[in-house]
């Protein structure tokens, strides 16, 4: 292979979405990873109702619940313990939990099975680009020709200080020491006091993991060079500090400490280079929403950087990914900031949290939360649109199984209960399915390949136009 049609530089979960997702557009895919080895770090991460509907469409659900635990959506913000709202309008109403080195395994996998090549043990150091590509260098003084190049390389991104985008927002105020480790006492022990603490200390966690192993979370305060990594030491000073007693932690599995920085990409793109996941966005853990965030910008982003690649992409549409997806991200920077605001022991935030407790029995108010963390709310603006235009449809029931098993491909998809339209010249981007039947308040709906709803009615000229707006001019 002479040149890509796009270098990746990361596989962490972002960039092997996006190979996953360009592959499905035959796009020739190079994945660069500076790691020789998946990191060994075993953290739970959750993904999130919008990102278990995405998986779904791309066939690999099953394979993720194998793995995982499923859990109640419900105690998610700010872990206010409220359970979530009846009757949310999804077909995965529940949070999987699961260790992020399975999902980023799992996606790897996933993108080398449909053809990406994944280097892994050398660091991107620098790119140039033209009007034509862009050169990528790597440690070892190698080069390599790509037409674009897209950063999903996590939040100290060289993509994006060699593009010189700025990074605004605020530096991390405080810091949390996590790990994994033995500990020295009974388990009773352990949650008797663990519940005692947490009714004052959110950044505090203490709870058995696998081979008799505890995840310890505890803040860092106390601990003085951030430059360092922690020391078992350090967990033991914090546990007293915070709970009174270090539970005899010892035998550290592996050890780290995070911030709570936020902050977000000024530009998503700058020609042919581009930034998706926390390259693009920081922010504090709260609601355990960034990876939901990288994965779902990469389904957002890669129908619209293959179809630029393919020749068939309207002059706007690459520009739609920052359009959409950093206003997604910027509500997530603020939700979190408040989380954070909500989860500080000083008492004007407990009051504003004892509030906020009581709102949550309101219904609105929960759903309106929950809708926000699991990103199911998410609107994009397609400017003087009915409410549903721009919004993800749940995978409804249909005569042949349900919608988000017809996805898979990776295409657009006109969902038709007139029977009467068609999608003519479209046909090799964009399927269609007669389902007179199907559960849908509208006669027919558009479907972008990323799920999101592009145009409903019943007018052939106005269909016409929307396959031209999102799908280019039609073939022949
Ligand atoms: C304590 C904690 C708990 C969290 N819990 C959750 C949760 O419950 N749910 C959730 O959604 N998110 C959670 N997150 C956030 C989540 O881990 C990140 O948002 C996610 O890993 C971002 O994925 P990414 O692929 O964008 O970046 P990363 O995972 O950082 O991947 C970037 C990759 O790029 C590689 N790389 C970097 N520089 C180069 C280079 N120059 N050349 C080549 N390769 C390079 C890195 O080695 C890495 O593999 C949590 C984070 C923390 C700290």
């Known amino acids: ?63 993720l619940l194998e793995r995982g635990r499923p859990r109640p959506v419900g105690g998610i913000f700010a872990g206010i313990p409220k359970p979530a709202p009846q009757g949310l309008d999804t077909a995965h109403a529940y949070l999987l939990g699961i260790p992020q080195t399975v999902i980023e395994n799992l996606l790897e996998e996933h993108a080398i099975a449909l053809g990406a090549e994944v280097r892994r043990g050398g660091a991107v150091v620098g790119f140039e680009q033209d009007d034509e590509g862009v050169t990528v260098e790597l440690s070892d003084g190698e080069q390599l020709p790509s037409r674009y190049l897209v950063g999903c390389d996590g939040a100290r991104s060289t993509v994006r200080k060699l593009l010189g985008v700025g990074f605004p927002g605020e530096p991390s105020r405080s810091d949390t020491l996590m790990g994994e480790m033995r500990v020295g006492v009974p388990q009773e022990e ?10 004052t200390h959110q950044r505090f966690w203490l709870r058995p993991t696998s081979e008799g192993y505890y995840s310890v979370v505890v803040p860092a305060a106390g601990v003085s060079d951030r430059a360092e990594p922690p020391t078992l030491d350090d967990f033991r000073q914090q546990l007293r500090a915070v709970a009174g007693t270090d539970f005899g932690v010892h035998s550290p599995r592996w050890m780290s400490r995070f911030g709570d920085a936020t902050r977000l990409a000024e530009r998503y793109r700058v020609g042919r280079v581009l930034l998706a996941g926390d390259a693009a ?21 890669g129908w619209k950087l293959a179809a630029q690649i393919r020749g068939w992409a309207p002059e706007t549409l690459l520009d739609s ?17 408040a989380q954070v605001e909500l989860s500080s022991t000083e008492p004007g935030p407990q009051a504003v949290r004892r509030l906020l407790t009581g709102l949550m029995d309101f219904d609105e108010v929960n759903r309106y939360l929950i809708e926000k963390i699991t990103a199911i709310d998410i609107r994009y603006d397609f400017a003087d649109a009915p409410d549903l235009v721009g919004r993800r449809l749940p995978d409804i029931d249909l005569d042949q199984g349900h919608l988000y098993g017809l996805l898979q491909r990776g295409r657009g998809l006109l969902l038709d209960r007139t029977e009467n339209l068609t999608v003519g010249g479209w046909s090799d981007r964009v399927d269609y399915l007669a389902d007179p039947a199907a559960v849908l308040d509208v006669p027919c709906a558009l479907l972008r390949p990323d799920g999101y709803v592009a145009w409903i009615g019943d007018d052939q000229q106005d269909l016409d136009d929307h396959l031209s707006r999102w799908f280019g001019r039609p073939a022949g």
């Open 321 to 337: 990914y920052q359009a959409e997806r950093h206003p997604v991200a910027a509500a997530v920077l603020d939700n979190t900031r």
């Open 281 to 301: 966005h920081i922010h504090p853990p709260a609601g355990g929403q960034g990876l939901n965030l990288g994965v779902q910008d990469a389904f957002n982003l």
């Open 1 to 63: 292979m002479d040149r890509f049609d796009v270098i990746i530089v990361g596989c962490g979960p972002t960039g092997a979405t996006l190979a996953a997702e360009l592959r499905l557009h035959d796009v020739r895919v190079l994945v660069l990873e500076k790691e020789s080895e998946p990191v060994p770090f075993v953290r739970i991460v959750s993904l999130h109702v919008r990102s278990l509907e995405l998986m779904a469409m791309r066939g690999l659900l099953d394979r």
């Open 190 to 199: 352990i949650s008797a006091t663990v519940a005692a603490v947490r009714e």
